[in-house]
């Protein structure tokens, strides 16, 4: 058995597409982290506070600083929550090859365009485009995860392609520092929004939709549309009809309560190991590479290990009921000793209970993802994923333009209990509102 699915993976070419995937949400989360690491420099806080290098950067003048980038964070996260739901109807609607085209040409050219600006007016203009650009990532991927795979193997291909997440994020804390310190703050963006039109070339040239790719066998077509005829029989969703449906809000309010966590994460974790009171070791720019490498290591295991092991249950005979909810449920619970980070004065612990939150995450979020094809046909894949993103986002908008304001006020302890309990109301809340997961609820 198992080394049937090897040479599967080996030889299909769906899961060329899915590393495809992964290459473009590495890079995606590249552009987007820059400015979680460029935040700590003092150079562009000096920059975009508007004031000269001899001036000391006092108490004070940070606190305004992160504040003014909480508002910063709310304004990338309001265009991302507006985009999901634009971009997934867009995707639907023009499908994915060429709407995914155009969301990576608009998220890259943001992200050079910032190298150029030089206040927090200027920042909080490019993050907007960048964050409705960016926007289309996820709707596109799962559309795309929908209609080359087989609801078996979704979740774990999910869980591979979200893995890229973290690798980018890895690759951010070892390419950003270094060109800060050495060629200056702007070059960070500029580079980093370059790679994103290598990654538009790369699409342009691989993707076609299955039917159409001249490199599908005829056996991996079947295979991939092994359960195609359930689907063509199930009634057409309406777009406008989604909000009425408890599918749709469910998977929307699980995405409303924890994606905020994942994205205060990749915000402010550079700025926790800097600046955290509790720790007794602060960590600097060229500090930061063994706790961020763990940290999203640990993260991609969790994201691909989850995604895998609901599969496992489904093979093992458990209903796809279960198997997802208790995949879910575990996650939950993993992310519950997170509230303890903010209160532990040795960095390496911080970093542990930092990594396994993350990590259970990472895995909520790739089985929270498949939901959406689990539960609706493949059809309005995109446009469901929009409408939970945009929620999300909404989450992810509310919580950012506090969080500076809680930072300064209180720290980061308020923020991890919020944290560490949201996954668990999320996971009620699916529960109550799906308690049997089916086409359509």
Known sequence: MVKIKLNSIIKGYRWRIVALLFLATAIKYIDRNVLSF??????????MLGVSDTTALSSELIGKFKILMGYVDAS???AYAIGFVL???????VLVRKGYSIAIAIWSLAGIVTAFVSSFRGLSFTRFVFGFGESANFPAAIKTIAEWFPKKERSFATGIYNAGANVGIMATVLIVPALILNLGWRWSFLCTGLLGLVLLACWLLIYKPPKAHPKVSQDEQEHIHADEE??????????KDLLKTKGAWAIALGKFLTDPIWWFYLTWLPDFFNSNEALETKLDLTGLA???IFIYFTSDLGSVFFGWLSGKFINMGWSLNKSRKVTLLLCALLVVPLIFAAKVANVYVAMVLVALAAA???GWSANL????????PKRVVGSVVGLAGMVGGIGG??????????LVKWGYFPIFIIASSAYLLAWLIIHLLVPKIGVRS
């Open 76 to 78: 990338f996260k309001f």
């Open 369 to 376: 993802f498949t939901l959406s094809s689990d539960i609706f």
């Open 397 to 406: 908008t509310i919580f950012a333009a506090f969080a500076g304001i809680i």
């Open 87 to 93: 971009m997934g109807y867009f995707i639907d609607r």
């Open 290 to 292: 063994l706790p961020f």
């Open 230 to 239: 359930s689907e063509h029989e199930a009634e057409k969703v309406p777009w």
């Open 38 to 47: 460029t935040m700590i420099d003092e150079g562009f806080r000096r920059e």
């Open 360 to 362: 259970a995450h990472q």
